[in-house]
């Protein structure tokens, strides 16, 4: 069986009395698109950093594509691509400069024709030859996403790339990950944009004070935690009797229903049968991660041994049973 | 040795992009001591015989230039890049501590003896410099500048910010080079002094250096040459140690 993108075991980072990390199990398929969510504070850089060389762990250990992070370092910095979360530049150099100095750390000589590529479809080549300090600060961080690529390394971590950055380049910027996604290699990804991370990513891990409270697919995680709302539309003033408690609120001439599981839904459609109820309109609101992620980090102390839901994927067990909208 | 050498390149660039700062004022400095040494004490003063003050002044006032360029080189690259945090790139790379280590080196020696060369050719203009044995002028300018590079890495490591290696600077290294000879022979001091000028090795540099232009010396040059270079040895594998554990770079 070929090594996972990432593997991380008993992972823990402390400094002195505050614990950055605390026992994360983690792996991350070659090919994935994985997203780590979590608060400021939750551990999601550390976790990066640890994984990048920049920071030593306390206890446990990582490897990228079966090298471990420190024993073997120089050959787990061939193989990531990092782009950090402060948007640092040398004011020293142009563009130009900047990446064909990062390629000859990376013994690369001879590289022009990527980073022309890279130039381009960053939309970066009319500034090739400015200095880094004449750039905006969305220019700045296409600059570090193309410094982080010029090795074509097979996973690449991001960590909040697009954090102040523009629409139309937060856009571009994806279409050009989820293409290198394609093309195989797997991406990490750290955002505070939760919508971003629930259309690109396929799995996802929450973390929270340095443990993971939620990991599993994102279309699992959409499905089994979240609470639907039915909303309702009837040629009738009133809500059948049956139906009473499971009324939470109503907008203009709309019912909002709380439907906890998909299962659920059948039943509430039988009750309006046999009340003879006429339904107008209707429409199901599916939740959406942040509604999941609102959740999760608003538990209390997370269990620490994720256990399977619905028979896939691991989750929490406190997450398959929700305890009401927040 | 492509990371090394990309990253020896970057590190020249980035002084020879700000060459007036890093090369010429330095040089305009030591043309300053020049001309205010040469009329205030040429004809005054003779430390050796047949050797006038300011070509006596000369060499040391080109090894203080060395060493003060070659600490300043690798110490404010480093705060700087530390400070900006663009020292990132470099760590994320798959450079090994050796290529790390060798690339500040070599840049700091380079604008060590880059500035020197340049006190050199200004002295020419106030007095002639003979050169009786320049393996020795290159063996001192070699060794010293390895020792005061390495110092600057690891201060530029060290500091957290600006004030801590402007302190460096004004308290270890301004003193060190005053006090050793740059402007007098320690045969002038009282005996006490002349005897702790014996344990500053910044005293060994210039002596030797010295002693490579005029063929004469406070010391042997071999004495000087025991002290320095097993000096920047020591303190080229200390700097070392200190990248491979990851001393302040590595969390």
């Not at chain 1, 049956?242 to 203009?252: D, E, F, I, Q, W």
């Not at chain 2, 001591?33 to 430390?47: N, R, T």
């Amino acid at each position: 069986m070929p090594s996972p993108a990432v593997r991380v075991r008993g992972l823990e980072k402390h400094y002195g009395a505050l614990c950055a990390l605390d026992g994360i199990d983690l792996d991350i398929g070659e090919g994935e698109f994985f997203a780590l969510l979590g608060p400021n504070g939750a551990g999601k850089t550390t976790l990066i950093s640890i994984l990048a060389g920049l920071v030593r762990p306390t206890a446990g250990f990582a490897q990228v594509l079966g090298h471990d992070v420190q024993a073997d370092y120089r050959q787990v910095r061939r193989l990531l691509g990092v782009v950090p979360q402060e948007l640092v530049f040398d004011p020293f150099f142009t563009v130009r400069e900047t990446l064909e100095f990062q390629s000859g750390y990376f013994g690369l000589a001879r590289n022009e024709d990527w980073i022309d590529a890279l130039l381009h479809h960053l939309g970066l080549a009319d500034k090739a030859d400015s200095n880094m300090r004449r750039l905006s600060g969305g220019m700045k961080r296409r600059v570090l996403v193309a410094q982080a690529l010029v090795h074509k390394p097979p996973v690449i971590v991001l960590d909040e790339p697009t954090a102040g950055v523009d629409v139309e380049l937060r856009q571009s910027l994806w279409a050009f990950i989820r293409d290198l996604n394609r093309q195989g290699h797997t991406i990490l990804l750290t955002t505070h944009y939760l919508e971003e991370a629930e259309t690109l990513c396929q799995r996802v891990a929450m973390l929270k004070a340095g443990r993971i409270v939620a990991l599993d697919r994102t279309d699992n995680l959409l499905r089994s935690c979240g609470e639907r709302h039915l909303r309702l539309r009837l040629a009738a003033a009133d809500l059948p009797e049956s139906l009473a408690t499971r009324l939470v609120g109503r907008k203009g001439d709309e019912f909002i229903l709380s439907l906890p599981d998909l299962d659920d839904l059948e039943p509430t459609l039988a009750a309006l049968r046999m009340a003879g109820a006429t339904v107008l309109d209707m429409g199901l609101d599916q939740p959406d991660l942040e509604d999941i992620f609102v959740r999760v980090m608003g538990q209390g102390t997370p269990t620490p041994s994720p256990s399977p839901a619905r028979g896939r994927g691991a989750l929490l067990e406190s997450l398959s049973r929700p305890e009401g909208k927040r | 040795m492509t990371g090394f050498r990309t990253l020896l390149h970057k590190e020249v660039l980035r002084f020879w992009k700000v060459i007036w700062q890093t090369v010429a004022a330095p040089v305009l400095t030591a043309l300053l001591y020049l001309l205010i040494f040469f009329h205030v004490l040429e004809g005054h003063v003779q430390v050796y015989p047949g050797v006038s003050y300011t070509a006596f002044l000369m060499p040391g006032l080109i090894m203080m230039a060395v060493l003060q360029n070659a600490f300043a080189n690798g110490s404010s690259s480093l705060i700087q890049s530390k400070i900006t945090g663009n020292l990132v790139f470099v760590l994320l790379a798959p450079l090994s501590y050796l290529e790390f280590f060798l690339a500040y080196l070599v840049a700091a020696m380079l604008r060590g003896l880059l500035v020197g060369t340049g006190v050199a050719a200004v002295g020419l203009l106030f007095a002639d410099l003979p050169v009786a044995h320049f393996g020795w002028v290159l063996a001192f300018a070699l060794a010293s500048s390895a020792a005061f590079a390495s110092v600057g890495i690891v201060a530029g490591i060290w500091a957290d910010k600006f004030d801590h290696l402007a302190g460096v600077q004004n308290f270890v290294i301004m003193p060190l080079t005053f006090l050793s000879g740059v402007f007098y022979s320690i045969h002038s001091l009282p005996a006490f002094w002349q005897s702790v000028s014996h344990f500053n090795p910044v005293f060994y540099m210039i002596d030797g250096f010295r002693y490579g232009f005029f063929g004469q010396a406070d010391t042997s040059p071999w004495l000087g040459l025991a002290v320095v270079a097993p000096s920047a040895l020591v303190l080229g594998l200390l700097t070392l140690l200190l990248l491979r554990r990851g001393y302040k770079l590595r969390h």
